[in-house]
């Protein structure tokens, strides 16, 4: 089966600082996409990074940024320069070539300290 | 402005009440999709359809139906055949339901059964 462990329940940084958020798949295919997402208080998730997995080059998006280790099957999301509004819960998630549904983790919660 | 609309926000049904949670885009997208979130979990995928008057099952579809009548319409209705349907759902839409394709969603739907 797929699944998707994001092992930080919760994480807190101060704004202005960087924060690395981890993921970990499971899987045996070698053609998938991966995903961060972000859901605010409001609760509409938000696409913030996308990554092919036959691409090496990592993902950057402002100050978003990933580390994929295909090897490891590792895909953790960098925040740079942190702001308020990056609080909000973070899902990372899988998709396998040829399917349509997203297989998501259970979320980390991640708190912007003024 | 483009968009993913659910309504309504919030919904409360009674035991044995069938109830219907609306999504429309207008984004033009051929492909839509239903997940549901329960506390503390990442999404699942109930639902989903790549073009009008088709649809497949996801991994929870048991107590729920759909339609797709128009490309733009993707009504869920929650049965009384879903024995714990209180949760929180979202819509999505992609452009082709190909995969890799981002998924775009909704502000979600917050079902309470009374």
């Known amino acids: 089966a797929q699944t998707v462990t994001q092992s930080q329940p919760e994480m807190s940084v101060q704004e202005a600082e960087t924060v690395t958020l981890s993921c970990t798949y499971d899987t045996s295919e070698s053609d998938y996409y991966l995903f961060w997402y972000k859901q605010p208080p409001s609760r509409q998730m938000i696409l913030v990074i996308r990554q092919e997995a036959y691409k090496q080059q990592n993902a950057t998006e402002n100050r978003f940024s990933v580390n994929f280790q295909k090897a490891a099957k590792s895909f953790s999301l960098k925040i740079s320069d942190s702001q308020l509004g990056d609080a909000a819960m973070y899902f990372c998630a899988y998709q396998i070539q040829g399917a349509q549904k997203l297989v998501f983790g259970q979320g980390t919660r991640l708190t912007i300290n003024p | 402005d483009g968009g993913i609309t659910q309504s309504p926000k919030y919904l409360f049904r009674k035991e044995g009440q069938n109830v219907t949670l609306s999504c429309e885009q207008n984004l033009n997208h051929d492909a839509m999709y239903w997940y549901r979130q329960d506390p503390g979990q990442g999404l699942r995928l109930i639902y989903y359809?790549?073009?009008?008057?088709?649809?497949q099952k996801g991994d929870i579809a048991e107590g729920y139906s759909v339609s797709r009548e128009k490309k733009e319409s993707f009504p869920l209705t929650v049965t009384s055949a879903q024995k714990n349907p209180t949760a929180f759902y979202l819509c999505?839409?992609?452009?082709?339901?190909?995969?890799?394709?981002?998924?775009?969603f909704g502000p979600g739907t917050r079902l309470t059964v009374l």
């Open positions: 359809s790549q073009i009008v008057n088709d649809f």
């Open positions: 999505a839409s992609s452009t082709s339901g190909g995969s890799g394709d981002t998924q775009y």
